[in-house]
Nanobody
Framework: QVRLAESGGGLVQAGGSLRLSCAAPGRIFSSYTLAWFRQAPVKEREFVAA????????YYVGSVKGRFAISRDNAKNTMYLQMNSLKPEDTAVYYC?????????????????WGQGTQVTVSS
């Protein structure tokens, strides 16, 4: 059973920053596409950002472009999401996801491995 583990969530004021981390087993980390999704209360889970195996390709949903940055450190088997200029509408549970072959980076169905999520709350 492959387990992904998110950390770094918390409560922050609007305009503040947080950095989320996602740790994964080394055997999948180095060659898999990794992504962040989020789910706000009474909303569907949505794509936030993704990064390919080498880190050379990154993808973002429009609402976070210029504010969030996804990165990975394959030596540490860890992916990051640096979140700056946070807004109350960024409040959600953030999940990391992984898969070896991803046909559509924004689709939940492209990812076979998920973490348990970490709560991010942005107060106004």
């Amino acid at each position: 059973q492959v387990r992904l583990a998110e950390s770094g969530g918390g409560l922050v004021q609007a305009g503040g920053s947080l950095r989320l981390s996602c740790a994964a087993p080394g055997r999948i980390f180095s060659s898999y596409t990794l992504a962040w999704f989020r789910q706000a209360p009474v909303k569907e889970r949505e794509f936030v950002a993704a990064i390919n195996w080498s880190g050379g390709g990154t993808y973002y949903v429009g609402s976070v472009k210029g504010r969030f940055a996804i990165s990975r450190d394959n030596a540490k088997n860890t992916m990051y999401l640096q979140m700056n200029s946070l807004k109350p509408e960024d409040t959600a549970v953030y999940y990391c996801a992984a898969n070896l072959s991803v046909s559509k980076v924004t689709a939940m169905t492209s990812y076979g491995y998920w973490g348990q999520g970490t709560q991010v709350t942005v107060s106004s």
